[in-house]
């Protein structure tokens, strides 16, 4: 069984900064991707940042120069770190991990922001 925990989250300041963690652990093979979304009250979860098994990243446009995604293979834990925060970046954090030819889902971490 695969699981996927997200931790990090909480309450910051515009402009302020924040980590999130994600590991995978359980039965895994071959880990394709590991990636960051978001979903906003009433709105869609949207795709943030995606790290390939290469290495290769990814950012959607709104996060480009403010938030970073690494990794740790040993550990099968991959981090977004987040600079310079908006009010328009409150949302619920999730993990995606693309393993084996399946996906999986945390549970989501809240980041608020203030204005």
């Known amino acids: 069984q695969v699981q996927v925990v997200e931790s990090g989250g909480g309450l910051v300041q515009a402009g302020g900064s924040l980590r999130l963690s994600c590991a995978a652990s359980?039965?895994?093979?071959?880990?394709?991707?590991m990636g960051w979304y978001r979903q906003a009250p009433e709105k869609q979860r949207e795709w943030v940042a995606v790290?390939?098994?290469?290495?290769?990243?990814t950012y959607t446009d709104s996060v480009k120069g403010r938030f970073t995604i690494s990794r740790d293979n040993a550990k099968n834990t991959v981090y977004l770190q987040m600079n310079s925060l908006k009010p328009e970046d409150t949302a619920v954090y999730y993990c995606?991990?693309?393993?084996?030819?399946?996906?999986?889902w945390g549970q989501g971490t809240q980041v608020t922001v203030s204005s």
């Open positions: 790290m390939y098994s290469g290495g290769a990243t």
């Open positions: 359980g039965s895994i093979r071959n880990i394709n991707a």
């Open positions: 995606n991990l693309q393993a084996d030819f399946r996906g999986y």
